[in-house]
Structures are given as C-alpha cells and as structure tokens.
C-alpha cells in the first residue's frame, strides 16, 4: 500500500523558512506529477507547485520566487522549500501524487498524504 507521508510544517515568523517533506512509502519508480497543495480554514484546496516525472515544475503566482519544489531521488521525497515565508502562507500543506508507480510492476495511482500544518506569525 503506497502511502504519502508529510513532514516540516510547523510556526514561523514572517519572512522566515521551511522545507516540507513527501516521503512515499515503498520508494519511487516514476510518476507523473507531484504536487504540493495547500487548504486554509474557510478556503477551497488550492495548488501550490508541482513537479513532472521530467523535472518541469510550476509555481501558483503568489509563490513564484519564494517556493521551490524538487525531488530527492535517494530518499524518495519530494521537497517544497518555502521562502520569505507570509501570514497568507498559512494552512495545512497535503502533498499529492499522479500516476505514481512504487515498482516497474505496480499499476499506476494517485494519492493524497495526510497533510501537514504550516503557520506563519509573529
């Protein structure tokens, strides 16, 4: 069972750092996409960034140059580093994967991890 596991959120001040983690469970033989979303209280899921299989990656505007997501090859993760870091940056950050194969023979899948919380105040 292939499972997506969030790490790194967490309270930090304006302006400040953080670097989320995706791990999935059973390791990464290719995938279609990767993304981070993120859903604030009272707010639909929005996307945030993703990734393809072929390393192109994409940003929502209100990111671009602040966020960066990547893939950790070695530990199967994908990372989301998070920059100059802002109050409306706040809320729980779910990492999602597309067509993702653990294994050559593995059928392909999407999911969702649990999400982790990211908040952002003085």
């Known amino acids: 069972q292939v499972q997506l596991v969030e790490s790194g959120g967490g309270l930090v001040q304006p302006g400040g750092s953080l670097t989320l983690s995706c791990a999935v469970s059973?390791?990464?033989?290719?995938?279609?996409?990767m993304s981070w979303y993120r859903q604030a209280p009272g707010n639909e899921r929005e996307l945030v960034a993703y990734?393809?299989?072929?390393?192109?990656?994409n940003y929502q505007e209100s990111v671009k140059g602040r966020f960066t997501i990547s893939r950790d090859n070695a530990k199967n993760t994908v990372l989301l580093q998070m920059n100059n870091l802002k109050p409306e940056d706040t809320a729980v950050y779910y990492c999602?994967?597309?067509?993702?194969?653990?294994?050559?023979?593995?059928?392909?899948?999407?999911?969702w991890g649990q999400g982790t919380q990211v908040t952002v105040s003085p």
């Open positions: 990734i393809t299989g072929f390393g192109f990656t």
């Open positions: 059973g390791g990464i033989f290719s995938f279609d996409g």
């Open positions: 999602k994967a597309v067509g993702l194969q653990s294994t050559a023979s593995d059928p392909k899948g999407d999911y």
